[in-house]
């Protein structure tokens, strides 16, 4: 089973950035698309952000133009860079993974393995 191993959470002011990373484990796996979801207090974890093998992405309406997701060079890491933080961005951000080339659509039982999450205080 591959493991995932998220970091970069925080406490950071409103307008600010934070750049998460995630780190899969051992290659034992090829083609993958990886994703960032969020699950704020109270509520329903939900998508963030996501990105194919091929490199084609997508995001959650309200993180467009404010986060970017990127993959490294060997594709077992994934990045999202955050920018211009809201108080609502604050959430535990988690790191998944599906066991394909192409996600069309982002939902949880689409994932077949989850990091631990790490946290991203926005504060106002």
């Known amino acids: 089973q591959v493991q995932l191993a998220e970091s970069g959470g925080g406490l950071v002011q409103a307008g600010g950035s934070v750049r998460l990373s995630c780190v899969a484990s051992?290659?034992?796996?090829?083609?993958?698309?990886m994703g960032w979801f969020r699950q704020a207090p109270g509520k329903e974890r939900e998508f963030v952000a996501g990105?194919?093998?091929?490199?084609?992405?997508n995001y959650a309406d309200s993180v467009k133009g404010r986060f970017t997701i990127s993959r490294g060079n060997n594709k077992n890491e994934v990045y999202l860079q955050m920018n211009s933080l809201k108080p609502e961005d604050t959430a535990v951000y988690y790191c998944?993974?599906?066991?394909?080339?192409?996600?069309?659509?982002?939902?949880?039982?689409?994932?077949?393995?989850w990091g631990k999450g790490t946290l991203v205080t926005v504060s106002s």
């Open positions: 051992a290659r034992t796996f090829s083609y993958h698309s």
């Open positions: 998944a993974l599906a066991l394909r080339s192409y996600v069309s659509d982002w939902y949880l039982a689409a994932m077949n393995s």
């Open positions: 990105i194919n093998w091929g490199g084609g992405t």
